[in-house]
């Protein structure tokens, strides 16, 4: 199985911020990558698939990139209502497996 | 508007069945793959069963294999996950999930999630 490694698990920044979430991935998977924002006692939403690519009706504040293992979550100017955990998520083979998340609160 | 609602969840025994739902709308149904992925009470993301559009290919995560087998009704418009065997660690929101086409590819839409719990 492919792992997927998330860092931070949890991060805490102000409103305005830069925030950066990485995951790294056992082996390469080239862009099959998604992002996913869950927020609490809510399903997961896909925010971006295939590595940078933003779902519609997605704010441009958020954007991702990376290819192989390495890859970066970027939410540009974090605002009071980004506060939730996000989710890397492979698809180059099976079994789809997640990151561990990382919780993003406002400080 | 893509709608996908769990039902079916609830209390059950270790070792007893369940059979949860997932009423479909909004999309062509038998056009794509339909998953579950469950979340275990302030735990993370985990992948359950995935399948085809039209049940050729069925997929089981190693932790269900054997007890959970995944299902539709493409007449119906609905997805079903059978659990049997229950354990303790079974414990979790279970959500459907549809991959964006019909192979591995992103969940594009989740229902609002069905809890299971597993307790004597």
């Known amino acids: 199985d492919i792992q997927m490694t998330q860092s931070p698990s949890s991060l805490s920044a102000s409103v305005g911020d830069r925030v950066t979430i990485t995951c790294q991935a056992s082996?390469?998977?080239?862009?099959?990558l998604n992002w996913y924002q869950q927020k609490p006692g809510k399903a997961p939403k896909l925010l971006i698939y295939d590595a940078s690519n933003l779902e519609t009706g997605v704010p441009s504040r958020f954007s991702g990139s990376g290819s192989g293992t390495d890859f970066t979550f970027t939410i540009s100017s974090l605002q009071p209502e980004d506060i939730a955990t996000y989710y890397c998520q492979q698809y180059d083979n099976l079994p789809p497996l997640f990151g561990g998340g990382t919780k993003v609160e406002i400080k | 508007e893509v709608q996908l609602v769990e039902s079916g969840g609830g209390l059950v025994k270790p070792g007893g069945s369940l059979r949860l739902s997932c009423a479909a709308s909004g999309f062509t149904f038998s056009s794509y793959s339909m998953n579950w992925v469950r979340q275990a009470p302030g735990k993370g993301l985990e992948w359950v069963s995935s399948?085809?559009?039209?049940?050729?290919?069925?997929y089981y995560a190693d932790s269900v294999k054997g007890r959970f087998t995944i299902s539709r009704d493409n007449a119906k418009n609905s997805l079903y996950l059978q659990m049997n065997s229950l354990r303790a660690e079974d414990t979790a929101v279970y959500y459907c999930a549809r991959w964006a086409d019909d192979r591995p590819s992103p969940f594009d839409y989740w229902g609002q999630g069905t809890l299971v719990t597993v307790s004597s």
């Open positions: 399948i085809s559009s039209s049940s050729s290919y069925i």
């Open positions: 082996q390469d998977i080239s862009n099959y």
